[in-house]
């Protein structure tokens, strides 16, 4: 069962037919989009995104902002290895589960290479793509000689998190580190604690580049030049690879866009749902 003391909202659940159960916020009406968030640890859907779904739900939009699994209010099996293929499979269930035919996916991080993953596979059932700092652009081994990952693996080895420990790692998150605010901080310490060893230790992420060339929907990107997680010049690999992309790069920025240019970030996308 899901545990009832996170500080975070509680939406709906499904259960796929593997058994797995997903949890989701299902806010507003309209054409969908589903929020997919990044990786670390105590990250969830809300977290991630809570600046900015709101936004899309007033301007006309249907918002499912997925807790994927292993974190927020998602189970989090430590019997499987959390591959980008588990991740994509566990996405496409939710959507038939829901029966969404076609859809808009906005991914950061992890959540854009599994937007990525989606589209690639099943080009059908993705209309467009918004994606932050998306992952699957570069080998493994690139990811862990960033500053952010090397962090984040050691302070995650090193023990339970708490809101000090999470402080330290978010700051890393943001060009701006006075923008963290002290609720996303005890939201991913209480999830923290919750998430299996293994999550981050089976996690793998195959680089797509190669394959940039089938995206068939329209993809607007977004990355801040001070990333610390992943490697700006992914967004020259989508330019250069996927026919119909746009990329937003921002000085002063690091990995999170969408908090530290929330009023940017929305109003682009929107823009882009909206009039393509």
């Known amino acids: 069962m899901p545990r009832q003391d996170l500080p975070l909202p509680e ?8 058994g797995l159960r997903l949890h989701y916020l299902d806010e507003g009406e309209g054409p969908v989009v589903i929020w997919l ?9 809300h977290s991630n995104f809570k600046g900015n779904y709101p ?20 189970d989090k099996p430590a019997d499987v290895d959390y591959d980008l293929a ?10 038939d589960t829901l029966d969404l035919p076609r ?6 991080s992890l959540g854009g290479a599994i937007a990525l993953g989606l589209a690639l596979d099943q080009p059908a059932r993705v209309e467009r793509l918004i994606l932050m700092a998306p992952g699957g652009l ?27 420990e999470m402080r330290q ?27 299996p060893d293994n999550l981050f230790s089976s996690m793998r992420v195959p680089n797509m580049t190669a394959r940039l060339g089938e995206l068939a929907c329209p993809v607007l990107g977004f990355w801040g030049i001070d990333d610390r997680f992943n490697p700006p010049g992914g967004a020259d ?20 866009v969408q908090v530290e240019h929330r009023d940017l970030f929305n109003r682009s996308c929107l823009d882009f749902l909206h009039h393509g």
């Open 169 to 195: 790692l978010m700051s890393l998150q943001l060009y701006d580190a006075s923008q963290i605010e002290e609720a996303l901080l005890e939201e991913r310490a209480a999830v923290a604690v919750t998430q």
């Open 237 to 256: 690999k989508m330019l250069a690879g996927a026919p119909r992309a746009r990329f937003v790069m921002l000085n002063r920025c690091g990995h999170w």
């Open 138 to 164: 570069e080998e493994r081994e690139t990811y862990f000689r960033m500053e952010g990952i090397q962090r984040m693996v050691t302070i995650f080895g090193e023990g339970p998190m708490g809101v000090e």
């Open 37 to 45: 968030h990044g990786s670390g640890p105590g990250a969830s859907g």
């Open 11 to 18: 939406g709906h659940y499904l259960t796929l037919p593997s």
């Open 86 to 95: 588990f991740f994509v499979a566990a996405l496409h269930g939710f959507m």
């Open 103 to 108: 859809v808009t996916l906005l991914g950061n």
């Open 55 to 74: 936004a899309f739900a007033a301007a006309g939009f249907r918002n499912l902002v997925l807790d994927l699994p292993g974190f927020g209010r998602s």
